[in-house]
């Protein structure tokens, strides 16, 4: 079946860039999601990107594909205090059907 | 506007008592799921629904229960706690029409559930 591996915890300092990385084994993803998830919160939509895309920005967010090597990044340049959170990562393989599979998430602490 | 409301936020549950989590959204979304998330896990989709009277098996069902006699109300059944199932419970929905992409999931803030 399908997997979804992310580092578990990444330590950056206020103002720094941030990397999340995400690798996925399944080569029918369609489309690949990064979500924010905050202590005691439900996971929040951060951005997402199609599988025939390799870039995405938004804002403080960049989102790179390698395809081949079936892997996702997530960059947060600036990074603040306010992003310190859960961040997940997620695939989909068929459109129209929104099942997704999810990494295990990677803990952003973000010291000033 | 709502969203995705769950209740209760934080349950506890003796072995073998029976309980429904409650999940409403407001925006009219076909699609509704139930995840599970475990510490320091991703995560599992229990259930879902892509329409009212129409569920299916995500990746762990059992122990489960669930029913969509409405688009707005998913609720999620435990009919016979047991300890594997303490949990945080995230109800989502999101939006298709089938041939569109995939569409955003909008998630509840949780159930904290307890077996014990």
């Known amino acids: 079946g399908e997997d979804v591996e992310q580092s578990l915890f990444l330590s950056v300092r206020e103002g720094d860039s941030s990397v999340i990385n995400c690798t996925y084994t399944?080569?029918?993803?369609?489309?690949l999601y990064w979500y924010k998830q905050e202590p005691g919160a439900g996971l929040q939509l951060l951005t997402y990107?199609?599988?025939?895309?390799d870039m995405k920005q938004d804002q403080r967010l960049t989102v790179l594909l390698n395809k081949k090597d079936k892997h996702l990044s997530l960059r947060i340049a600036d990074t603040q205090t306010g992003d310190s959170a859960i961040y997940f990562c997620?695939?989909?393989?068929?459109?129209?059907?929104?099942?997704?599979?999810f990494g295990k998430g990677t803990m952003l602490l973000v010291s000033p | 506007n709502a969203g995705v409301t769950q209740t209760p936020k934080f349950r506890i549950l003796k072995i073998g008592q029976s309980m429904t989590l409650q999940c409403t959204q407001d925006?009219?979304?076909?699609?509704m799921y139930w995840y599970r998330q475990d510490p320091g896990m991703g995560l599992k989709l229990i259930y879902y629904?892509?329409?009212?009277?129409?569920?299916d098996k995500g990746e762990v069902p059992n122990g489960y229960n669930v029913s969509r006699s409405t688009t707005e109300d998913f609720p999620l059944r435990l009919e016979l706690a047991a300890p594997s199932q303490t949990s945080v419970y995230f109800c989502?929905?999101?939006?298709?029409?089938?041939?569109?992409?995939?569409?955003?999931?909008?998630f509840g803030p949780g159930t904290r559930l307890l077996v014990l």
């Open positions: 629904s892509v329409g009212a009277g129409i569920t």
């Open positions: 925006m009219n979304h076909n699609y």
């Open positions: 990107i199609f599988s025939n895309m």
């Open positions: 997620a695939e989909s393989e068929r459109s129209g059907y929104s099942t997704l599979t």
């Open positions: 989502a929905s999101s939006y298709s029409n089938g041939g569109a992409p995939q569409e955003t999931q909008y």
């Open positions: 399944d080569s029918s993803s369609t489309y």
